[in-house]
């Protein structure tokens, strides 16, 4: 089945600092992969996406590349705020077979930034 | 603005009793799903809905009921057979199928439950 891995936080960085989250997948087929950021109390917020392999994600200063070879996803930020403290959880989401969008999650990896 | 709202924010079960979450989205998805989310875990998920009057078991079903008369509508039964209901619990929606199997779910705000 399928399943993402993300590295265990959680994460404490200075502001300003480079920030890389690493998430790798194990899926059948061609998932479509997604990098959502939850605040304190909410619901999830989508970030970033790529569908397809070597496309780049890109928002609010946050990259992620679908590495097929590697299977991975992983997360970049050149410089951290302290407003980008939150939860962030990789998901896939298989193009193929059954259409009804099941997201498989990672575990969440939460980020502080300090001033 | 179209969006996914979820109520209450705040919910207190006792002992032996059915409660019952809302969701409600004006986005026109067609599918729409619960996951529930404890503290230092990923989410996981309770149920699913492709159409209007169909609904599946997710990983985590026992203990929970749902319907979905309205396409707009999903609400969660968390029934008193879940001996451990405390926990944040988030509804999605999405677009379904096709040319639209890629992208994201949207979701609500969340609902989070305790029991008294």
Known sequence: GNSVTQMEGPVTLSEEAFLTINCTYTATGYPSLFWYVQYPGEGLQLLLKATKADDKGSNKGFEATYRKETTSFHLEKGSVQVSDSAVYFCALRNAGGTSYGKLTFGQGTILTVHP | ?116
């Open chain 2, 1 to 116: 603005d179209g969006g996914i709202t979820q109520s209450p924010k705040y919910l207190f079960r006792k002992e032996g009793q059915n409660v019952t979450l809302s969701c409600e989205q004006n986005l026109n998805h067609d599918a729409m799903y619960w996951y529930r989310q404890d503290p230092g875990q990923g989410l996981r998920l309770i149920y699913y809905s492709q159409i209007v009057n169909d609904f599946q078991k997710g990983d985590i079903a026992e203990g929970y009921s749902v319907s979905r008369e309205k396409k707009e509508s999903f609400p969660l039964t968390v029934t008193s057979a879940q001996k451990n209901p405390t926990a944040f619990y988030l509804c999605a929606s999405s677009t379904t199928g096709g040319r639209h199997s890629n992208q994201p779910q949207h979701f609500g705000d969340g609902t989070r439950l305790s029991i008294l």
